[in-house]
């Protein structure tokens, strides 16, 4: 037993080393503009996520002048989240380039060694064009106040302008600017009329990339990547995109500047409306004499069908499996067509869609899943699957056919002798041969027994209902006293006098057990005090002798209680400003307001 468990530790902790391995896989990466001016200055650094024992930069920089470099840093972090500690570590070097030229430059992949392994870079290729010169870019709007279409723009890129109908194409959204922008308002992208579309980008965070448009260097953005696919033939119309760009603009006076203006400038934020133009794409329509298992695909597949078992007993569930895979519109294909012989029932189809969404279109597999039930006993002899698409590089149409299937059906596993089977449709109940062909009618008693009775409209049932009629009669007069007394606020306050009253005492008895003299006699004079104001339902500035007698008259108290009351409240009044007499005089009125209280509640 215990050779057992180590072997479950170790393997337990070899998964868990393996699985950190593949977590955390070595890899060198570079970073790099990829269009760069004549003249200016750029970093090439390469990163890589653990500690290498060697670098070894790239054989050449391909014309490009080394300023400086490689300069190395290092970077750790820890973070704990809900209990889940992750590190990370890289080093960096960077390197210092200039482009002196104009033209295109491929920089060699580099490689670091970690632990004996070597792993490289890709190699790069940079593009050095014509330099605007300081005047162009002195001149620009973003100091005037203005923007101009020039510095800022939208574009709608297509793959394909002329396609055929069901065929996929993509189309890109990029933003360029060459302006600061803070931010974006009523962005409205295009509904894409005539054709199915779906997002295959979507970017969360908006990532700037210098590209190169017509000489000029822009910080391209993509915004948005859709999947399209053309539901019907002619010129259709791509609407143009529309958005608020916020643009951060200085501003500044034309008088002459020095090196410490830039930190004396101020800056505003001009909204500057751009939009794309529209685009249109030719779809033609699909040529005619379609072959009749033609299901809508456009683009190059391959067919499959299977079953899941080839021998079943009757009435035992099985499934037929087609699948189409290849790359078009592959998630529009409709479901192919089968036939099933008869005496085999077919169930609705369950459609499996792997497909990924790319540039050429969906691409990948989809799976249709027939369930089957076999009603009796036999060999049946399935059909292969026919599928027509439409191929776009042979511009014709193309039938596939898959092999025919043979299905072994045994005997009912549920103890008949032969199998009853059932025309397609007619009954989807599992059905089980009886084993006598005739039944004979019984002739002798049935011993028949009387069934449950029904609880609806029965004896009880009437009763139940209503002893639950008087319930609520009953329920409705109780709650109805009760919240017309909580409703009398006087009341209330009367009923909770005496136990306020004996709450404020229990404080002036740990007092008198302390005994703190002064302090008990005014504890003993707040308590009567708050028991007569809640009692009478007076406030404490009406508390005065007079009105306190008066009040104690209105409500019909006795008179020795009466007198009583007030006799004590002089006395705690007195015994506030006067020493300790001693002899017990605390215990004593103390009793005394307690055998008050409670006569008065009586």
């Known amino acids: 037993m215990d050779s057992i468990r180590f072997k479950k530790v170790i393997l337990a902790l070899a998964t868990l080393f393996f699985g950190a391995a593949l977590y955390a896989q070595t890899s060198l990466t570079v970073d790099v503009p990829r269009v760069v001016e004549s003249g200016e200055s750029f970093r090439l650094v390469y990163t890589v996520n653990a500690e290498p024992s060697s670098f070894n930069p790239p054989t050449t920089f391909a014309g490009l002048d080394l300023l400086a470099g490689p300069s190395q840093s290092r970077m750790s972090s820890t973070q704990i989240i809900n209990g889940k500690r992750t590190e990370s570590f890289q080093i960096s070097y960077t390197y210092i380039l200039q482009a002196s030229s104009e033209g295109k430059y491929t920089i060699p992949s580099a490689s670091v ?92 965070n908006i990532e700037f990339v210098r590209e190169n448009i017509d000489g000029k260097i822009y910080n391209a953005a993509l915004l948005r990547r859709y999947l399209l696919v053309p539901q019907q033939s002619g010129s259709l119309t791509i609407d143009p995109v529309e958005m608020i760009c916020q643009v951060q603009i200085r501003s500044s006076t034309a008088t002459s500047r020095s090196i410490f203006d830039d930190f004396f400038d101020s800056y505003q934020t001009l909204r500057k409306r751009v939009s794309s133009t529209a685009l249109r794409v030719t779809v033609d ?23 899941s078992r080839d021998s079943v007993n009757a009435n035992e569930a099985l499934s037929l499996l087609v699948t189409v895979t290849g790359t078009g519109n592959i998630n529009l294909i409709e479901t192919p067509k089968v036939e099933i012989p008869n005496g085999i029932e077919v169930y609705d189809t369950k459609i499996s869609d792997n497909s990924s969404r790319g540039s050429g279109g969906a691409s990948g597999s989809k799976q249709y899943e027939f369930p089957l039930i076999p009603r009796g006993p036999g060999v049946y002899t399935i059909p292969g699957v026919e599928f027509s698409y439409f191929d776009i590089a042979k511009r014709r149409y193309v039938t596939l056919r898959s092999q025919d299937m043979v299905l072994r059906v045994g005997r009912d596993s549920g103890g008949g002798a032969t199998g009853t089977s059932l025309s397609l449709g007619v009954n989807r109940q599992v059905v089980r041969s009886i084993s006598d062909d005739i039944r004979y009618i019984h002739t002798k008693s049935a011993k028949l027994r009387k069934g449950n009775q029904f609880f609806f409209a029965s004896l009880s049932y009437f009763i139940s209902l209503i002893a639950l009629v008087l319930l609520f009669f009953v329920m409705e007069r109780v709650l109805s006293k009760r919240i017309e007394r909580n409703r009398d606020v006087a009341g209330v306050k009367n009923r909770r006098a005496n136990k306020v009253a004996r709450t404020r005492l229990r404080n002036a008895e740990s007092l008198l057990k302390q005994g703190l003299y002064t302090g008990f006699y005014e504890e003993l004079h707040r308590a009567v005090l708050g028991y007569i104001s809640d009692k009478l339902n007076l406030s404490f500035v009406d508390l005065s002798r007079d009105k306190i007698k008066s009040a ?51």
Request: proline share 5%.
């Open 552 to 602: 104690l008259d209105l409500k019909r108290v006795r008179p020795e209680h009466s007198e009583e009351l007030l006799s004590l409240l002089e006395q705690c009044e007195y015994a506030r400003y006067a020493p300790d007499p001693g002899g017990g005089e605390m215990e004593s009125n103390y009793t005394r307001a307690m055998n008050l209280i409670s006569r008065m509640e009586l």
């Open 113 to 204: 060694i970690v632990d004996g392994k070597t792993y490289s870079s890709q190699s790069v290729v940079v593009e050095v064009v014509k330099s605007e010169g300081k005047s162009a870019k002195s001149d620009s709007g973003t100091t005037t106040g203005t923007v101009s279409s020039d510095d800022l723009f939208i574009r709608v890129f297509v793959n394909k302008n002329r396609v055929v109908k069901g065929e996929p194409l993509t189309a890109t959204i990029k933003l360029y600017t060459r302006v600061s922008i803070s931010g974006f308002e009523d962005v409205r992208f295009p509904s894409f009329n005539g054709f199915w579309s779906q997002e295959t980008e979507t970017p969360q």
């Open 285 to 307: 329509a699909l040529p005619p004499g379609a072959p009749e298992s033609f299901l809508g695909g456009v683009g190059e597949f391959s067919l499959k069908s299977s079953l």
